[in-house]
């Protein structure tokens, strides 16, 4: 049995390099309060990095908001307290907050995110289920007779698209390594992506999916993303080709895809996420053989909390000393 921490197991995966900001878009240092309960294990990691925990009050600077909804008692609590000029999210994605995130008028409020702190337990749960569609193992594990019938592929040499190209994109990417698959990443921009055979961006989409034997939405939900995989794209895709989400689940048009995979338009798909969340009884997709979904747990409280609570760690000591800020989102673009 193994003895490893989960800090010991898994590690943040960053996108770009930690910079300092510059001093005129720090924060004004000062007592930090934890919402809407503080918790051991968070309170510990700002008192380890030498901050300051306190009551809401005038006095606080700095916010850790551990709820991963109640955007509406966010929002009161920093029209409340104006002096507050951090706030740290739970999540890796922020779309929950995005309506607080655009509709605050202060420019001296810096936000950051647990982006990239839980990247390696998610790309390995979409590795998985990149597996499990490819072994067609939605259909073996409903199946109650042997078949005879001869199916599956091997990733090995694959053509893999990755949509997004954040901490998730990255570590699938070295996960995939040893199958010798060519792989795109699909992002705004078309900077390289480190171990990617190419990268374009998102407008290429079209071009990209005719030839991608598995494609894995690892982007981030925002209003221009939304249905990002609608009817045109499923109908791009190869009828051997596989969809993997474990984004957000409106990146997928949950319509056109329980039509596809009726049709046989694309041979299958997995998801972490859906629209809507959770998926109800009796929906489609439940029924669908080509389909395998997991609720929403490619990461585990167990895998995330140690991840959270080096990233406040970090960005408290940001805060109060050399403002090296881990996971700072920009309100403008939604991450």
């Known amino acids: 049995m193994s003895t490893k921490t989960e800090t010991e197991q898994h ?35 700002v008192q380890a990095a030498g901050g300051t925990l306190t009551e809401l009050s005038a006095e606080t600077r700095g916010l850790i908001w551990l709820d991963y909804g109640r955007a ?9 307290h104006p002096r507050i000029g951090w706030v740290q999210l739970p999540w890796a994605g922020v779309d929950a907050f995005s309506e607080v995130l655009a509709g605050l008028d202060r420019t001296d409020l810096l936000w950051t995110s647990a982006k990239g702190a839980y990247a390696q337990p998610v790309a390995e749960h979409a590795l998985a289920l990149t597996l499990a569609l490819l072994r067609v193992l939605p259909k073996r594990a409903r199946s109650e007779s042997w078949s005879t019938l001869p199916e599956g592929r091997s990733l090995y040499g694959l053509n893999v698209t990755v949509i997004g190209a954040g ?19 699909v992002r705004r921009g078309t900077e390289p992506v480190p171990g990617a055979a ?16 598995v494609v894995v939405v ?29 984004a957000r689940g409106p990146l997928v048009d949950t319509d056109a895809l329980v039509a596809a995979l009726a049709a046989g338009t694309i041979a299958g798909a997995a998801l972490d996420v859906t629209d809507p969340e959770p998926l109800p009884q009796g929906h489609a997709l439940w029924a669908e053989p080509r389909c395998l979904i997991t609720p ?30 881990v996971g700072v989102v920009d309100p403008r673009i939604g991450y």
């Open 72 to 80: 509406n008692d966010l929002r009161a609590v920093l029209d409340a």
């Open 296 to 325: 929403h747990s490619a990461d585990t409280p167990e895998m995330t909390g140690p991840l959270l609570a080096e990233r406040i760690r970090l960005n408290v000591v940001a805060f109060l000393a050399d403002g090296r800020f």
């Open 218 to 246: 690892a982007a981030a939900l925002t209003g221009g993303t939304r249905h990002l995989i609608g009817p045109a794209q499923l109908e791009l895709m190869r009828r051997e080709a596989v969809l993997v989400n474990i």
């Open 11 to 45: 590690r943040a995966v960053l996108a770009d390099a930690v910079l300092p900001l510059s001093s005129d878009r720090r924060p004004v240092p000062g007592p930090i309060t934890i919402l809407p309960r503080p918790e051991p294990a968070f309170a510990r990691a």
């Open 198 to 213: 190419r990268t374009v961006a998102t407008d290429a989409l079209p071009g990209v999916l005719p030839t991608s034997d």
């Open 167 to 185: 901490g998730i994109a990255r570590e699938l990417i070295r996960l995939l390594a040893p199958f010798g698959t060519e792989i795109t990443v």
